[in-house]
Every structure is written in C-alpha cells, then in structure tokens.
C-alpha cells in the first residue's frame, strides 16, 4: 500500500501573528468574576466594578478585577461567582467592551437609557 494525498484527515496551519492579535487574544481569555445569572440565564448586566486583579497562582491568563453583575438581581456572595474568560462575559454581553480599559476603582451602574454611568 502506498501513502497518497486522501490518507490526510487535516493539516494544521502553523499560526503567525502580530503583537496586536497577542494582545487581543491574551485581552479576551483575563479572567473576571461575573455573576452566574449573566452566563446561565442571559441576564442583563447591571453593575461592573474593577478591583484590584487577584494575581492567582500559576494562572496562564491575569485576572482582570473586573466584578460583573446581573441588573436587577441581588448579588451573589463571591463564592457562589464565576471566574472565567472575560471573552466569555462579552459573547453574553458586549455592552461593556468600551470599558474594559477603565482603572482599578472604576464602578459604573446601567441607567434608564441603558448605558453605563459611574456608580
């Protein structure tokens, strides 16, 4: 039996990339906190606070501080949060991508209008 071109499944392509498409990549998998409801339940977020990042131990991405919470909701206790891939909190819900840069103390709140305002 001879090898020929239809005993190929997949060829992987090697990945070349820019330091601007690390930095998005590296951007959206930081990790954040973020309340269940917004993940499981499609819950609006109401309340984004950015804290101090939690440096975590060994963690191949940085925790960002950001604190997300479903609008409406009572907040859950911090055990009960999630920690994951900020990535994740902006496929549920991205209205809060112009933000991410803000500095630590930032607490901005929706408003009526649906846009953040500081808290």
């Not at 109401?46 to 479903?70: H, K, M, N, V």
């Amino acid at each position: 039996m001879r090898f020929a071109d239809y005993h190929i499944i997949s060829v992987l392509e090697p990945k070349f990339s820019s330091a601007e498409d690390d930095h998005a990549e590296a951007r959206a998998f930081s990790r954040c906190r973020v309340d269940p409801a917004i993940i499981d339940d499609g819950a609006r977020i109401g309340t984004i606070e950015r804290l101090a990042p939690d440096p975590g131990e060994g963690a191949r991405f940085s925790d960002t501080g950001w604190r997300i919470f479903a609008e409406g909701a009572p907040r859950p206790d911090a055990d009960d949060m999630l920690y994951l891939a900020i990535g994740v909190v902006l496929n549920k819900d991205d209205s809060i991508l112009p933000y991410l840069d803000a500095p630590v103390g930032t607490s901005l709140r929706r408003n009526a209008a649906g846009s953040f305002a500081a808290n």
